[in-house]
């Protein structure tokens, strides 16, 4: 899933907290879809299927 607007935690710098933009289980796609639109600088989370469901219910909302 890409991220915008990102929260990262201080010690792992990992995102913790962002708004979803975009979802994808292929990276490729994913990636090629946020280079047309212009979000060059989304942080790209990789989770399970179930989390990225709920990420999917939640872009919709």
């Not at 979000?39 to 989370?45: M, N, Y």
């Amino acid at each position: 899933m890409a991220l915008d607007n990102c929260r990262f935690d201080r010690d792992t710098r990992q995102p913790v907290e962002g708004d979803v933009v975009d979802t994808d289980e292929d990276l490729g796609e994913l990636c090629a879809r946020m280079r047309l639109a212009g979000r060059g600088s989304c942080a790209i989370l990789f989770c399970d299927a179930r989390s990225l469901e709920g990420a999917r219910r939640r872009a919709r909302a």
